[in-house]
């Protein structure tokens, strides 16, 4: 115990030109981007989707509480993804693999969203009378919820052809990344 020193300076600082926090700017880009117009185009449908069938007396009927779950879930999944790719918050969580986070979750809301059209398209006539307010806001909402599930089956397309690295080389790609590492 003799070798240990009496006083420990614990006190840290700071480097003299430490960057200074500052808001996210927005990606401008990101808007103007195949990919930015299909997730704001996805998220005024899907917002239309559950507006429309939440104007409804939909409680009773368990078919359109799926449309609900599907069209809420994937609602506000996809403003949160829009919201971090619009700030590019996704380049400070660099650990997770976004490419494959954007293929999985976007395949999903294709097949989801393909249920959630079925069933809404399915359920439309038994549930209303025709051409009363109830039967045709479903029968819009069903119409809206196939058009958000083309927009996330061509998102599923781009965010595959992106995550496969479409039209580059993966060995210059893979040798330009080693070299850098």
Not at 12 to 28: C, E, I, M, V, Y
Not at 85 to 106: E, S
Not at 117 to 127: D, M
Request: charged share 10%.
């Amino acid at each position: 115990m003799s070798e240990f020193p009496a006083k420990v300076n614990t006190r840290t600082s700071t480097p003299a030109g430490a960057p200074a926090l500052r808001p996210p700017a927005p990606d401008l880009a990101f808007l103007r981007s195949p990919f930015g117009i299909l997730m704001a185009a996805e998220i005024v449908l899907g917002c239309l989707v559950w507006a429309l069938i939440a104007d409804t007396y939909y409680q009773p009927y368990p078919s359109y509480g799926w449309v609900m779950f599907v069209a809420i879930f994937f609602w506000l999944v996809t403003v949160i993804l829009f919201g971090m790719y619009l700030f590019q918050l996704q380049m400070k969580l660099y650990m997770i693999p976004w490419p494959v986070v954007l293929v999985v979750f976007n395949v999903a809301a294709t097949v989801l969203y393909a249920t959630a059209f079925i069933t809404s398209a399915a359920s439309v006539e038994p549930y209303s009378w025709p051409h009363s307010p109830d039967y045709n806001r479903r029968a819009s909402a069903s119409f809206f919820a196939c058009l958000v599930m083309i927009g996330y089956g061509v998102s599923a397309c781009l965010s595959i052809r992106a995550w496969r690295g479409y039209g580059s080389d993966a060995a210059t790609s893979q040798a330009t990344f080693s070299n850098h590492a």
